[in-house]
């Protein structure tokens, strides 16, 4: 942690406790200053100057930042406590949750892999004629800019930008390269004296450009956020001047994070052919992830960070790499154990985002009755990275409650998944989705909620399906019979017909993850609960129709252990007694074949279906009708033979 942490109490409102922080937290306090971004700035520059100095203040974190940079210091760290604690109707009771946010602001957040996009600027500008033409002066000294216009009564007679006719067919890809196609093409014809004249309209034109700047007013080309496609209402003319602005800004090269990242070797999309999971797919709204053979891909110039992916994911092979889930839990467990370390007895967690969630909080502290003091917000990169093993995680940690702020942008079809799944298992827990757009309904939503008693906390480690499991023992405690779960849940049985089934094993050669195994020595399908993914390949697979799927939470020892799922006697062959495939379906191909196909009436044939592979090739190369059989060797010719024949 940060040797000191310099707090100040904002000229008065707040409460704040140092003796308690320092105890909960074992950093060293400064006293308590009223003005330390104005009259006692100087206090703050000898901080600032011995440097390992973190600031209880975010609001004005721009100030101190420049003054180290005067200093030529390191910028401190900052926490926000007054907006999050300090500035609440409890106030005076939430040196607890003080310590929670100050435990977790210590934590080192992992780093985020990044990829260059390189941006020349040429940009494509939609949108009616006087809107659009209007964009294109304003931007051509800066940009390369072509006007896409479905009609035009008078083109402009100027060569600073291009204009085409047309109608936008599709769009794909992001910023630095975007492709578009184009019907009913028309292009300016250079030279000529008069109006510009346009060639033959074409179908089929297709073109590349850096930046999309769409002014149409109407549906937008994509449903999401998108790298260097800029949209404006061109009713508003302070969103076109901004939409303009930021275009202006996007030549050069930027980075990109890697938002998530993908292992194809335990994705369980398809076998051979037959499909299995596409959660991610399903889930992603950008279209950045398509199949690729037995896996899917990712395109990370599409992605646009959701992160709803990566919780949809059964099989951990796709992971947010933002904030990782790992990185995640540790942030969960350090704020619960500090706020109990500190004297909290029951916290509850409020999930938010930046943007939305960070601008409520504040409105509801500085103009409201703020969060309560048992309410320890969590700020996340995107909501829907917090899913159903997150939210058991926060439960299983100790927290008697968890709430996630949406966001008029949130995707609500996940994370309405994720509640629905984590109710199931948690029984349904204390776990809502609270969907408010005003900062005082936020706090009368958490104001006087009955809080139940949070469960012994656990250590979550290991993968998302290991941690919601060992919260879910955690919360449930030893259940009788597994849990059942609503229909799409990554955990469940396989339920085999053994009327059906004929032990062909081909649900075990295609199982992705190795819930379904075979047995040398006898026929027989095993099953192992726990690894199962339920991404339905099996039952897809199965020519007989014999396999389901059974959604479910076993908490007991046996969902590690290989169960017997069905099983036969093999078939002794008749001619060396040993054992080989399955009785019954000997029995049954004989059944149908003896004495009634041709092949097999009147013959020995029916025995070599009796025998097990070696014998049948024995018996069949003893047989006048060997089908290994072939002509008569040819007579070796040496050299006499040749000169013999030569001479005669």
Not at 174 to 182: D, T
Not at 294 to 310: N, R
Not at 466 to 486: N, Y
């Amino acid at each position: 942690m940060p040797n000191t942490l310099i707090l100040c109490d904002c000229s008065g409102s707040q409460k704040l406790n140092a003796k308690a922080l320092a105890k909960a937290t074992g950093m060293g306090c400064s006293r308590i200053h009223t003005a330390l971004c104005t009259a006692e700035l100087g206090e703050a520059a000898a901080f600032i100057k011995a440097e390992g100095a973190t600031i209880a203040c975010l609001q004005e974190h721009q100030i101190f930042e420049e003054l180290a940079d005067e200093l030529g210091a390191e910028a401190p760290a900052f926490v926000d406590l007054r907006d999050r604690a300090g500035w609440s109707e409890e106030g005076g009771k939430s040196a607890p949750k003080m310590a929670a946010l100050l435990a977790e602001s210590a934590l080192t957040a992992p780093v985020t892999k990044t990829f260059d996009i390189e941006s020349a600027g040429q940009c494509l500008i939609i949108g009616s004629e006087a809107v659009a033409l209007a964009a294109a002066a304003q931007l051509s000294d800066v940009l390369t800019v072509t006007v896409l216009l479905e009609s035009a009564e008078d083109l402009p007679v100027r060569r600073d930008f291009d204009v085409v006719i047309g109608q936008l067919r599709s769009a794909s890809g992001g910023l630095g390269q975007f492709e578009v196609k184009i019907g009913a093409l028309q292009m300016v014809q250079p030279g000529g004296r008069g109006a510009p004249q346009l060639s033959a309209p074409r179908d089929g034109g297709q073109s590349e450009c850096d930046i999309i700047l769409d002014l149409r007013g109407d549906t937008p080309l994509f449903h999401h956020k998108r790298d260097g496609y800029l949209r404006a209402d061109p009713r508003h003319a302070d969103a076109v001047s901004k939409a303009i602005f930021e275009a202006s800004q996007l030549v050069g090269e930027f980075e990109k994070p890697f938002y998530v990242a993908l292992d194809p070797h335990i994705c369980a999309h398809t076998r051979s052919g037959i499909t299995g999971c596409s959660n991610c797919m399903n889930t992603c709204e950008t279209g950045a992830i398509s199949a690729a053979g037995e896996h899917v891909e990712i395109d990370p110039m599409v992605c646009a960070g959701c992160g709803g992916c990566a919780s949809a994911c059964p099989s951990g092979a796709i992971t947010y790499q933002v904030q990782e889930s790992g990185y995640q839990m540790q942030r969960i467990e350090i704020m619960a154990k500090t706020y109990r370390e500190a004297g909290g007895e029951a916290p509850r967690l409020l999930v938010h985002d930046a943007e939305f969630g960070g601008e409520m909080i504040s409105l509801s502290a500085r103009f409201g009755r703020g969060l309560p003091a048992d309410v320890i917000p969590l700020e996340v990169e995107a909501l829907t990275t917090f899913g159903h093993a997150e939210m058991l995680a926060a439960l299983g940690c100790g927290f008697a409650a968890v709430d996630l702020l949406l966001t008029p942008k949130t995707e609500r079809p996940p994370l309405e998944s994720a509640h629905a799944l984590a109710l199931a298992i948690s029984d349904n827990a204390a776990i809502r989705l609270l969907d408010i757009a005003d900062p005082d309904a936020l706090s009368e939503a958490l104001y006087g909620q009955p809080i139940a008693t949070p469960c012994a906390p656990i250590l979550p480690i290991g993968n998302r399906r290991q941690v919601t499991r060992l919260a879910a023992k955690a919360l449930r405690g030893e259940l009788d019979a597994p849990i059942a779960l609503p229909a799409g849940a990554p955990h469940g049985a396989v339920v085999v017909n053994t009327d059906k089934c004929t032990l062909c094993l081909s649900c075990v050669s295609l199982c992705p993850s190795g819930a379904l195994l075979d047995n040398e020595d006898t026929p027989q399908l095993r099953f192992q609960e726990d690894a199962c993914l339920q991404c339905g390949i099996c039952s897809h697979a199965c020519p007989e129709n014999a396999i389901s799927l059974q959604p479910q939470l076993d908490l007991s020892d046996a969902a590690f252990s290989q169960r017997v799922l069905h099983e036969e006697d093999p078939f002794a062959c008749i001619s060396c007694g040993s054992l080989f495939g399955v009785k019954s379906s000997v029995e049954r191909i004989i059944e149908k074949l003896a004495d009634k196909h041709p092949m097999f009436t009147g013959s020995d044939n029916a025995k070599l279906i009796q025998m097990c592979d070696k014998c049948r090739v024995e018996a069949q190369f003893g047989n006048t009708t060997n089908p290994f059989q072939g002509g008569a060797r040819p007579v070796t010719r040496t050299t006499d033979d040749y000169l013999k024949e030569r001479d005669s």
